[in-house]
């Protein structure tokens, strides 16, 4: 009943930026809680950020200060603006919203490599 495309993902040299989107679909007449997982080759799945449905955020200590999760809820979309961006920061970032629970976008590949 919850359907999440995402964009946004490509290559960057580090110290870049990418801004990631995820736009949810379905029968959906709530503002649900959204955010990002990643998972990179041999790294355990880790959440990167997270929205709640009143627009509170929470950030992995690994991307606090450098990443910035919003949300714009007339077009159901939330935002992963993702600056000073490193090599450790290369993964596969899966959208997700929690609606009684988990939905999972397709996954989008950022690479950040020189």
């Known amino acids: 009943q919850v359907h999440l495309v995402e964009s946004g993902g490509g290559l960057v040299q580090p110290g870049g930026s990418l801004r990631l989107s995820c736009t949810a679909s379905g029968s959906i007449f709530n503002i649900i809680p959204m955010g990002w997982y990643r998972q990179a080759p041999g790294n355990e799945r880790e959440l990167v950020a997270h929205i709640t449905s009143s627009s509170g955020t929470i950030y992995a200590d690994s991307v606090e200060g450098r990443f910035t999760i919003s949300r714009d809820n007339a077009k159901n979309t939330v935002y992963l603006q993702m600056n000073s961006l490193q090599p450790e920061d290369t993964a596969v970032y899966l959208c997700?919203?929690?609606?009684?629970?988990?939905?999972w976008g397709q996954g989008t590949q950022v690479t950040v490599s020189s």
């Open positions: 997700y919203a929690l609606f009684y629970g988990y939905y």
